[in-house]
């Protein structure tokens, strides 16, 4: 079994608007093409914990259920 795959995790501005399609064509001209995330998650708010800080836990298994 391989190791996952890495993911992009996207929280937009109130009222800004962004495809998949969009944030790849915008990475292409600046990151390799082995960086560029195959898929990206879109989530109105990260969890965080009680002193602000993003939890990654739980954000790695929100990406990985919303696959």
């Known amino acids: 079994m391989s190791p996952p795959r890495p993911r992009a995790v996207e929280m937009l501005r109130d ?3 962004l495809t998949e399609t969009e944030l790849r064509k915008y990475l292409e001209g600046k990151l390799a093409r082995y960086k560029i995330p195959k898929s ?14 993003i939890k990654k836990a739980d954000l790695r298994k929100q990406s990985t259920t919303q696959l």
Do not use: I
């Open 40 to 53: 990206v998650l879109f989530m109105d708010e990260m969890p965080r914990n009680a002193s602000g800080k």
């Open 15 to 17: 009222g800004a608007q």
